[in-house]
């Protein structure tokens, strides 16, 4: 019987933070419209989209008409990579009816991989870059992969998995010299990192609500003014063109309000959870022998810890730590339901087993230092019992 209800999966998913529920809720009931009509009720709408966009642009230093709202960050990917590969396809070759090159790295989300993986059967080019043991991008692989027909650098820029931050504004100098597009996807960075589009010479940029305490179902992607890009999804015409769909008026105020939050709270918040994550790393390395840490020990994110332990499967930690009510995850949510070792792990160097073994562990704005302490008493134990049954004996 749990005995416990202990929340340590916010890389999947964060609570909506009550300060950001009470702003929505007016959006639901009494001011409804639609932002494309022309009565008051739809201009009272149209301003509160046309405010979180202001919101939201200066928390990156973009401009308000830099941002297009989508439904999600796999919508986001998915049109900055497709969008720019056909606005741009001919870059080079005039002539040629499909084709030109683009370069991610092999620790993207399966958003990322998916999409490239289909531009590749149109007759795109797809480059991976390789990752070092910490899951690191040196960017002059970067620069020595960029080609004449190059289109697109599309790089995520803190793992979801791992939590290992890439040096992304130097990849974004090598970007603009090379006069190539860059792209970040900053879903779990977003709020967490400092960014400013700017300054790190970012062209597009992913980010979604539901990491940042802000509801499901709103996301953005910051394209800089002149980009070429083309919409993935036709209609009404909605954001700038670029994205057709009845505006999530309510979702997209929290977003503002959950990005405004992190604004102000954010630097006190990453600090706190830093101390607990170094706590929580540096207790299971000394408790558990067997035990290691993935990813880079300090370049990551404040809130990210994925472990591994010897001859022990990590789906089989999760189950147990549930059965405590400890909420954790072996790997990206998105791709839970899968048997395969993580991608992400694999491209490190690690053996199948050993990706196998893997446990992440993500704390966000409502872990207490008890959780952690609950998680180091109990995580031995279950560690060590599962040992005595491992199959990997």
Known sequence: MKNKQIYLDYAATTPLD???????????????????????????????????????ADFIGAEPNEIIFTGSATESNNLALKGVAFANQNKEKPASPAGGHIIISPIEHDCVLESAKWLASGGFKITQLPVDKYGLINPLEVEKAIRPETILVSIIHASNEIGTIQPIKEIGEICKVKGVLFHIDASQSFGKVPINVKAMNIDLLTASSHKIYGPKGAALLFVRKRV????????????????????????????????????????????????????????????????????HPKIRLSNNVNLRFDKVEGESIVIQLDLLGV???????????????????????????????????????????????????????????????????
Do not use: W
């Open 327 to 393: 909420a954790a995850a072996t790997g990206s949510a998105c791709s839970s339901a899968k048997l395969e070792p993580s991608h992400v792990l694999l491209a490190l160097g690690l053996k199948p087993e050993e990706a196998h073994g893997s446990l992440r562990l993500s704390l966000g704005r409502f872990t207490k230092e008890s959780d952690i302490n609950f998680v180091l008493k109990v995580l031995p134990e279950i560690i060590k019992n599962l040992r005595k049954i491992s199959p990997f004996k």
């Open 228 to 295: 070429k890009i083309l919409p993935i999804l036709h209609g009404g015409g909605h954001e700038s063109g670029l994205r057709s769909s009845t505006i999530n008026v309510p979702a997209i105020v929290g977003f503002a309000k959950a990005a405004e939050i992190y604004k102000k709270e954010g630097k006190k918040e990453a600090q706190n959870l830093t101390r607990l994550r170094n706590k929580l790393i540096a207790g299971v390395l000394k408790k558990i022998p067997g035990s290691y840490l993935n990813g």
């Open 18 to 56: 009550p300060r950001v529920l009470r702003v929505m809720l007016p959006y639901f009931t009494e001011k409804f419209g639609n932002t494309m009509s022309f009565h008051s009720f739809g201009q009272e709408a149209k301003a509160a989209l046309e405010e979180s966009r202001q919101g939201i």
